[in-house]
């Protein structure tokens, strides 16, 4: 079965400084990963993917995050933090079965970020 | 290019009533999906839908939820006998023909179901 465990359901940091955020994955398959940003009352975005390709995947607005098969995981990182970071991140999982991607999210990590 | 659109953006429902939630993919994008998100949880599929055909309908309720994606007009997302259980925001997402491994899905901006 897949799954996806983001560690943290909040991170706090200050403006300017370094942003992690975790994600653990479990698939069967050669997965692809993603992480997605929610702004409050707002829609999905996609900040960048894993496609088997180079394991350190860089996304929009200064995110990447790194690919590491031996410990299953997938963490997000940012060099700093800006105000307009504060929202819901979302690591997903897509097992590639059926001939299609179901997505699989974690449950979230809610990132606030102080002056 | 608009984007997925989905509309209402909100719906306020009285217990027992109808819900009808409607999508329209992206332009050129023939695969919609349906997903599902509870207060302070992560989204969780609901239906996968080609035009016309269901193709993995695992995430759905087994009773009063259905959905369509005629072969014109929005993919649909009907509840009926909503209780307040079904409050939730429903997100759907849409993809090209020839779907393969790694392509990213494009989300709209969901409907937010309010059942009072």
């Known amino acids: 079965a897949q799954s996806v465990t983001q560690l943290d359901s909040h991170v706090s940091v200050s403006e300017g400084t370094p942003v992690l955020l975790r994600c653990n994955y479990s698939?069967?398959?050669?997965?692809?990963l993603f992480w997605y940003v929610q702004h409050p009352n707002k829609g999905l975005q996609l900040l960048l993917k894993?496609?088997?390709?180079?394991?350190l995947v860089k996304g929009i607005n200064g995110f990447e995050a790194e690919f590491k098969k031996s410990e299953t995981s997938f963490h997000l990182t940012k060099p700093s933090a800006h105000m307009s970071d504060a929202a819901e991140y979302f690591c997903?999982?897509?097992?590639?079965?059926?001939?299609?991607?179901?997505?699989?999210f974690g449950a979230g990590t809610r990132l606030a970020v102080h002056p | 290019n608009a984007g997925v659109m989905q509309n209402p953006r909100h719906l306020v429902r009285r217990r027992g009533q109808e819900a009808r939630l409607r999508c329209s993919p992206m332009?050129?994008?023939?695969?919609v999906y349906w997903y599902r998100q509870l207060p302070e949880e992560g989204l969780k599929f609901m239906v996968y839908?080609?035009?016309?055909?269901?193709?993995?309908e695992s995430g759905m309720p087994k009773e009063r939820f259905s959905a369509e994606f005629p072969k014109e007009g929005p993919s649909i997302l009907r509840i009926q006998q909503v209780v307040r259980g079904d409050s939730a925001a429903y997100f759907c997402?849409?993809?090209?023909?020839?779907?393969?491994?790694?392509?990213?899905?494009?989300f709209g901006s969901g409907t937010r179901l309010t059942v009072v």
């Open positions: 997402a849409s993809s090209p023909e020839g779907f393969s491994k790694g392509y990213g899905y494009t």
């Open positions: 894993y496609t088997s390709a180079a394991t």
């Open positions: 698939s069967s398959y050669s997965p692809s």
């Open positions: 332009k050129g994008h023939s695969h």
């Open positions: 997903v999982v897509s097992p590639f079965s059926g001939g299609y991607n179901k997505l699989i």
């Open positions: 839908l080609q035009k016309e055909n269901i193709i993995d």
